[in-house]
């Protein structure tokens, strides 16, 4: 079996790039990493796409680590494939879904599953208007942030609309979003196939909203009830993808799926959990590809 791992450039690949290579290598012969830089599409004749003088046809499985700077070389790459034999976790669409957390509400609420109340309008006036009918705090979020940098929490309206116009003024599109009422706690599933194969908890440093570990929130084991992971199941399917991360947080009444990952960073979880999510996913597609 040929696998491939499509993403950064080796000296750009991050911590989980490597983890699920050094796993992908214990199960398959024939394993390489191949640089989302390095492929050249071609058009004009028959369509075609080369790594070197392989076409990444000759691939059996490539798994995308795409993230939102290379989207849009990553994009056309998954585009092509969706035409060809080659297995892999997501359509090229899912690639536009996850990166844009809007669209990916929207799929989400297009399944039933719940999401915060959450806008988007080209116009300050009319953010203006939809930020004087929320309750604070109020959350603005740019639409491919990650990591909790691109997330506002505004504790007053004057603040929210400045932002507005700030962020309108740059050309730069945000969300407007209901905040869900929480302990300082989003809970994580991590997808393969129909299963939620670890889950954890991040807890937001103190004085904190934000629950990312980037920003100093501190991951805890956390089993998922079954109805949880049913909504993480469904929410995975909501955008198409087989393998990915379902981020959530708990009011006192309801459970609501704030965004999804396809990228999803494994050391946080693999920490908490001591389960070695990268072998677990490998063993997914390893399951598919003997289907
Ligand atoms: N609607 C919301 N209500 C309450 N807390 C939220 C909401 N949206 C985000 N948060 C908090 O902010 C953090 C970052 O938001 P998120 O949408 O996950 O952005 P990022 O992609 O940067 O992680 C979440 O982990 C959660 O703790
Ligand atoms: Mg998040």
Same mark, same amino acid.
Not at 174 to 189: C, F, S, T
Not at 208 to 224: E, P, T, Y
């Given at each position: 079996m040929k696998f491939a791992l499509l993403g950064p450039s080796p000296q750009f690949a991050a911590h989980s790039t490597k983890r699920l290579l050094d796993e992908a290598r214990k199960q398959f012969k024939h394993v390489e990493h191949v640089p989302l830089t390095d492929v050249v599409l071609e058009v004009g004749k028959k369509p075609r796409a080369l790594y070197g003088k392989n076409a990444l046809e000759s691939y059996d499985y490539i798994l995308p680590r795409i993230d939102s700077k290379r989207a849009e070389i990553g994009y056309p790459i998954m585009r092509y494939l969706d035409e060809t034999d080659v297995m892999k976790p997501y359509p090229a669409s899912t690639v536009l879904v996850a990166h844009n957390k809007f669209l990916t509400l929207m799929e989400l609420t297009k399944k039933g599953i719940p999401v915060p109340e959450t806008w988007i309008t080209g116009s300050k006036e009319t953010a203006n208007r939809i930020i004087d009918k929320q309750k604070l705090p109020i959350i603005m979020k740019l639409l491919s942030g990650f990591g909790g940098e691109g997330v506002l929490i505004m504790e007053s309206k004057d603040a929210a609309k400045a932002?507005?116009?700030?962020?309108?003024?740059?050309?730069?599109?945000?969300?407007? !979003? !209901?905040?869900?009422?929480?302990?300082? !706690?989003?809970?994580?599933? #991590? #997808?393969?196939?129909? !299963?939620? #194969?670890?889950?954890?908890?991040?807890?937001?440093?103190?004085?904190?909203?934000?629950?990312?570990?980037?920003?100093?929130?501190?991951?805890?084991?956390?089993?998922?009830?079954?109805e949880m992971k049913e909504i993480a199941i469904q929410s995975a399917k909501a955008i198409k993808s087989r393998i990915c991360a379902i981020d959530l947080v708990e009011s006192k009444d309801a459970t609501y799926v704030i965004e999804a990952n396809i990228n999803p960073g494994l050391r946080g979880i693999e920490n908490a959990t001591d389960i070695n999510v990268a072998k677990r996913i490998i063993d997914y597609i390893h399951n598919e590809l003997k289907r």
């Open positions: 932002a507005i116009h700030t962020l309108k003024t740059l050309r730069q599109e945000v969300l407007i !979003e !209901e905040y869900v009422p929480n302990p300082g !706690e989003d809970i994580r599933a #991590i #997808i393969a196939g129909d !299963e939620v #194969i670890a889950s954890f908890k991040r807890i937001a440093a103190s004085g904190s909203k934000k629950a990312n570990i980037h920003l100093g929130g501190k991951g805890a084991d956390f089993k998922m009830p079954s």
